[in-house]
C-alpha cells in the first residue's frame, strides 16, 4: 500500500527557506522508474508542478522557480525534501509530493500525500 | 508553458446525470514516443487530488467505468455517467508531455 505524507514548518516569514519533507512507504525510490514529486495548490486556485526527483537521483525543476528550489532524497530512499529559498507571500500554499512510475518518457501522478499547509507571513 | 484550458468553470449537475468537461491544449500532446500525456484528476473538498484517467481514456484502479476519457492532439474531454454524490468536486487535467508539467483551471461540479 503506498503512502506519503508531507511535513513542514507551517508558518514562516518572507526572506526565509522553506523546507519540506515527504516521507513515504509502499514502495522505494531506489526501484527503476519511480519518480516523487512536489505540486503546490494555493488556497482556492489550481496546481503547480514544481520539482521531481527520479530513482537514479536526476532532478527536474519548473523553470519559472528553478533558482529558488533545490529537491534532494536519502540515502534509505524513503524520504524526499524540497527547500524554496526567499519565500514570499506568493508561496502560501498546500504542498503535496506525489509518486509516479515513468511509462516510456513520462507519467501522472499516481499516488498523491495529503498535503502540507504552509503560510508565509511577516 | 503549454497552457492547458478547461471548459466549463462550473458545472451543475442532476444525480444521476450524465456531464462533460473539455480539456484544450496549446500545443500537441502527442510526444515523440508517440504516447499523449493527458491525465484527469478527481480533487474532493478537503482532499488531495486523485487519480481518475491516465494517457487519455485509461482508468486507473478503482475508478468506476462511469468515468470515461477521450481524445487526442489538444483536444480532450471526460465524461461522467449517473453521477453519484461522490463525483462531486474539482477536476483537473494534467499534461505531462512538454516541461514543464502542468494542470488545468479545473472544473468544479456541484448540485444543481
Known amino acids: 500500500q503506498v503512502t506519503l505524507k508531507e511535513s513542514g514548518p507551517g508558518m514562516l516569514q518572507p526572506s526565509k527557506t522553506l523546507s519540506l519533507t515527504c516521507s513515504f512507504s509502499?514502495?522505494?525510490?531506489?526501484?527503476?522508474?519511480?519518480?516523487v514529486s512536489w505540486i503546490r495548490q494555493p488556497s482556492g486556485k489550481s496546481l503547480e508542478w514544481l520539482a521531481a526527483?527520479?530513482?537514479?537521483?536526476?532532478?527536474y525543476y519548473n523553470p519559472s522557480l528553478k533558482s529558488r528550489l533545490t529537491v534532494s532524497k536519502d540515502t534509505s530512499n524513503t524520504q524526499v525534501f524540497l527547500k524554496i529559498t526567499s519565500v514570499d507571500i506568493a508561496d502560501t500554499a498546500t504542498y503535496y509530493c506525489?509518486?509516479?512510475?515513468?511509462?516510456?518518457?513520462?507519467?501522472?501522478?499516481?499516488?498523491w500525500g495529503q498535503g502540507v499547509m504552509v503560510t508565509v507571513s511577516s | 508553458d503549454v497552457l492547458m484550458t478547461q471548459t466549463p468553470v462550473s458545472l451543475p449537475v442532476s444525480l444521476g446525470g450524465q456531464v462533460s468537461i473539455s480539456c484544450r491544449s496549446s500545443?500537441?500532446?502527442?510526444?515523440?514516443?508517440?504516447?499523449?500525456?493527458l491525465h484527469w484528476y478527481l480533487q474532493k473538498p478537503g482532499q488531495s487530488p486523485q487519480l481518475l484517467i491516465y494517457?487519455?481514456?485509461n482508468r486507473f484502479s478503482g475508478v468506476p467505468d462511469r468515468f470515461s476519457g477521450s481524445g487526442s492532439g489538444t483536444d480532450f474531454t471526460l465524461k461522467i455517467s449517473r453521477v453519484e454524490p461522490e463525483d462531486l468536486g474539482v477536476y483537473y487535467c494534467?499534461?505531462?508531455?512538454?516541461?514543464?508539467?502542468?494542470f488545468g483551471a479545473g472544473t468544479k461540479l456541484e448540485l444543481k
Open positions: 506525489a509518486r509516479s512510475i515513468y511509462y516510456y518518457s513520462s507519467y501522472d501522478f499516481d499516488y
Open positions: 509502499g514502495f522505494s525510490l531506489s526501484t527503476s522508474g519511480m519518480v
Open positions: 526527483i527520479d530513482w537514479d537521483g536526476d532532478k
Open positions: 500545443q500537441s500532446l502527442v510526444h515523440s514516443d508517440g504516447n499523449t500525456y
Open positions: 494517457r487519455v481514456s
Open positions: 494534467l499534461q505531462s508531455t512538454h516541461f514543464p508539467y502542468t
